[in-house]
């Protein structure tokens, strides 16, 4: 019996190299403490935020790549792709946790005392020989490294889901779900080490991430992507307008009861309503934004392009990008207002620099990998 063949590689989608440049913009932005610009990013006006976004469209890619992958070379050349990104993923992290940790000593000892204690690195300063190991379990998470750990977890997962997906389709969602809302009850959590939580919990964010991968995975072996229906664009944009209408009210711009927001938006866990507001986004932008338009190719959209085909490498710069500039408004608390305006602008165009240079590197056919 003749074999099916590999379903062939399909298009970049423009759309996605946008959306994560702009999510990687956005996330620098958030880790400028107190930026004015905050109030330009879609996390101020709704209740998920970039991180959402960013954990999704790497499930939605990586879930792709692994069924083209399992598909010409079989399982065993799929998973062992993954194996290998994972890894790399996961040097990458102990790489930036090892750098970051350097700086924010340093910084601690000669410019920001405190700073150390600020940021949640006391266990490694005062026992490194338990902190350091306890790292590498990933179960450590000082301020802002936490994202880079759900994906290694997500993405050690990802071959047996899609594996289960081969056999059963979507009923391999209700396992993660069922995870998920156990998290939500509270009966089950991922611990967190040296006296700091797990800034993303795997046991709850693995559901986002592989919602992504089934799409990725459907949208490559049916050459289809989302249906575009008017009553799922209605319940979308429903979703995202009580999204609106919670913050205008925290932010006190309108009159309205008392909603405690916060307690339906613990982002740790990855709370239902932040769920449920990053899928409506993800469908609205997939619905109502066309895969190619002239605006992307003019150099705003060229740049947020470059900026999303490099995200990691972007990612990872722009945590450091976005310490000296909060570090600079510390040190000058009276001048902070204009440092705003000069740094996060000078910050957004380093990065986008950044990814300018890496997409030269490509092109001349350095080994410079892409995020993805």
Do not use: N
Request: proline share 6%; charged share 15%.
């Amino acid at each position: 019996m003749q074999r099916p063949s590999p379903p062939a590689r399909p298009p970049r989608d423009l759309r996605l190299d946008i959306v994560r440049g702009w999510m990687q913009l956005s996330i620098f932005i958030s880790h400028v403490a107190g930026s004015v610009f905050a109030w330009g990013i879609h996390a101020t006006w709704g209740l998920s935020d970039s991180s959402e976004q960013f954990v999704m469209l790497s499930g939605l890619t990586l879930g792709s790549v692994f069924t083209l992958k399992a598909a010409r070379g079989g399982f065993a050349a799929g998973r062992a792709d993954m194996l290998r990104r994972t890894l790399r993923l996961y040097t990458t992290h102990l790489t930036v946790f090892a750098m970051f940790a350097a700086l924010v000593i340093a910084a601690s000892m000669r410019l920001l005392p405190g700073e150390v204690s600020r940021l949640g690195w006391d266990w490694l300063v005062q026992m490194p020989a338990l902190a350091v190991p306890a790292a590498a379990t990933l179960l450590y998470q000082p301020d802002q490294m936490g994202i880079l750990p759900v994906f290694v977890w997500c993405m050690l997962a990802l071959p047996g889901f899609l594996w289960l997906a081969d056999r059963i389709g979507a009923w391999a969602l209700l396992p993660s779900a069922l995870l998920h809302g156990a998290v939500q009850l509270g009966w089950v959590r991922t611990p967190g080490l040296g006296g700091t939580g797990v800034q993303f919990d795997p046991l709850a964010w693995q559901l986002l991430y592989l919602i992504g991968a089934y799409v990725g995975r459907h949208a490559l072996l049916t050459g289809e992507g989302l249906p575009r229906r008017r009553w799922l664009v209605a319940a979308a944009a429903l979703v995202a307008l009580v999204g609106l209408w919670a913050r205008l009210v925290e932010h006190g711009f309108i009159p309205g009861p008392e909603l405690a927001v916060s307690a339906f938006m613990h982002k740790e866990t990855l709370a239902p309503a932040r769920l449920a507001h990053a899928l409506a986004l993800a469908y609205l932008v997939a619905a109502l934004v066309p895969r190619e338009a002239p605006w992307m190719a003019r150099p705003v959209g060229g740049a947020l392009a470059a900026i999303g085909r490099h995200s990691l490498q972007v990612f990872c710069v722009g945590l450091f990008l976005a310490w000296g500039v909060t570090a600079a408004m510390r040190l000058r608390p009276a001048a902070a207002g204009w440092l705003d305006l000069l740094l996060v602008p000078a910050g957004a165009l380093a990065l986008a620099a950044f990814a300018q240079l890496r997409e030269r590197w490509r092109a001349r056919g350095a080994p410079v990998r892409a995020a993805g």
